[in-house]
C-alpha cells in the first residue's frame, strides 16, 4: 500500500508537467492542495487550471524527485522544481532566468487517489531567482 501511493505522487508529478490528461485518475474529485490560490476549484479542474497558469509563467519544467517518505495515508515527497521564468505572471517581468526550487509536498492519498496537498518552499528565494539581473 505504501509503494503504490508513492507511486501516485510520482505520476502526479508526470502529470501536472505533461498535457495534464488523464489527472482526474490520479486525483480525487474533492481533491483541495492547500497551497493553491483560494479561487482554485477542486479536483481534476483546479489542478488543469493551477498548472496551465504556471506553465504560463514558467518554461522547461522539470521535477527532480529526490526521495519520497510514506506512513499511513499521508506521502511526502522531496523534490526540486528546475524551470526557465518565461512568462507574465506572479507580479515579476520575465527574464528568462533559470529557476532551482526546493520543495516539500504531503499528500493524503484515499481510495487509491490524491484527497489533499499541502507544500513548502521558499517563496523569497523564489522571488530573488526571478528578479535576478541576467
Not at 501511493?5 to 508537467?17: A, C, D, G, M, T
Not at 489542478?47 to 524527485?65: A, C, L, P
Amino acid at each position: 500500500m505504501l509503494e503504490e501511493n508513492k507511486s501516485i505522487v510520482r505520476r502526479y508529478y508526470e502529470k501536472v508537467l505533461g498535457d495534464l490528461s488523464g489527472i482526474e485518475d490520479i486525483v480525487a474529485d474533492t481533491f483541495v492542495d492547500h497551497h493553491f490560490p483560494p479561487e482554485i476549484p477542486a479536483g481534476a479542474e483546479g489542478v488543469r487550471k493551477f498548472f496551465t497558469f504556471i506553465g504560463g509563467v514558467f518554461s522547461d519544467m522539470r521535477i527532480e524527485i529526490d526521495f519520497l517518505l510514506a506512513e499511513g495515508d499521508k506521502v511526502d515527497c522531496h523534490f526540486v522544481l528546475h524551470a526557465r521564468h518565461t512568462g507574465e505572471g506572479l507580479g515579476v517581468a520575465p527574464r528568462g532566468n533559470a529557476i532551482r526550487l526546493p520543495a516539500i509536498s504531503t499528500f493524503r492519498v484515499a481510495d487509491g487517489k490524491l484527497a489533499e496537498g499541502w507544500e513548502i518552499f521558499d517563496s523569497g528565494s523564489l522571488m530573488q531567482q526571478m528578479q535576478a539581473e541576467g
